[in-house]
């Protein structure tokens, strides 16, 4: 079995992502995916992983976790998707000990001793620093910015330093990647990649997001276009999608506010700047796969 974590990160999909995948869930199970309910996991795991620590389950730990996740025989389940956005840790532990996510590698070690014999794979949605710290400190009860931060450096934080950690300690871990701001355009490709489908198979929900962002009338025109033109690949797709937002977009719903003290205009550039050059590298690393427009 293939077990597939997504692991936020926090302040990206707001389980958008999982919501997609389970609206598909009845289609996807014929291919032997099984998506099971937040409710039936998240709070398991969670307790489970804190309960192990460094030390390993017991032998038939496997064996009672799928009896809770699965509604259908093990046997019948050759993809497992689990979405929890706190496996690493909570938001206000998300820089604890001045390192992004430090226990990320020691909970995968976790998640592979509940799964011992199963295949991990990890999917992470990244988001540029700039807007994801502010809204990940929204979510703590840290009474201040340089509290949550803990001595970290905005313009210091790589994710490459985390996709890295986890390569160098899990190598055997196939990580798929994508940036956040990029959803709207690849949402049915992120949908499909983690159920392990034909990359051209319709799904329920694979414009969900273009449609949160894109008025009404473009929505509508942007349809009659794609049936009008059935035969179109995805790469013509992103194209016919990029040029009706160029058009249609909402610039409320796209554009975000930033208020954290020191942070103008040009700071927010610098960190998009060097943003982009990170994704770049971990585009470049073995083993990670990043969805792109």
Not at 67 to 96: C, G, W, Y
Not at 137 to 154: I, K, L, N, Q, W
Not at 205 to 214: A, H, V
């Amino acid at each position: 079995m293939q077990v597939i974590l997504h692991t936020g990160v926090h302040c990206t999909d707001d389980d958008k992502l999982l919501k997609g995948l389970l609206r598909n869930a009845d289609a996807f199970r014929a291919d032997g995916v099984a998506i099971p309910g937040p409710s039936r996991y998240r709070k398991l795991l969670s307790q489970l992983i804190n309960t192990l620590g460094d030390n390993a389950p017991a032998p038939d730990a496997r064996e009672i976790l799928l009896d809770a996740l699965l509604s259908v025989d093990a046997d019948q389940v050759d993809r497992l998707i689990l979405s929890h956005e706190n496996l690493f840790t909570v938001p206000k532990q998300a820089l604890a000990g001045g390192r992004l996510y430090r226990k990320a590698e020691q909970r995968i070690w976790n998640m592979k001793d509940l799964f011992v014999g199963d295949g991990i794979e990890l999917h992470m949605g990244l988001r540029n620093p700039a807007t994801f710290l502010p809204a990940v400190y929204a979510r703590t009860p840290h009474a201040s910015f340089d509290a949550f931060m803990c001595g970290v450096d905005p313009m210091h934080l790589r994710w490459s330093d985390l996709i890295t950690r986890i390569r160098t300690e899990h190598p055997d871990v196939a990580l798929t990647i994508w940036c956040n701001e990029d959803t709207p355009l690849i949402w049915g490709q992120i949908m499909r990649e983690m159920a392990g489908i034909e990359l051209n198979r319709k799904i329920i929900g694979s414009f969900d997001l273009l449609q949160e962002i894109m008025d009404p009338e473009g929505m509508k025109r942007f349809r009659a276009y794609l049936k009008d033109h059935p035969h179109i690949n995805e790469m013509q797709k992103r194209r016919v999608m990029v040029a009706f937002l160029d058009k249609y977009a909402m610039d409320e719903e796209i554009e975000e506010e930033l208020d954290l003290p020191g942070w103008d205009e040009a700071y927010v550039d610098m960190l998009t700047e060097l943003y982009e050059e990170d994704v770049y590298d971990i585009s470049r690393m073995s083993g990670v796969t990043v969805i792109a427009p």
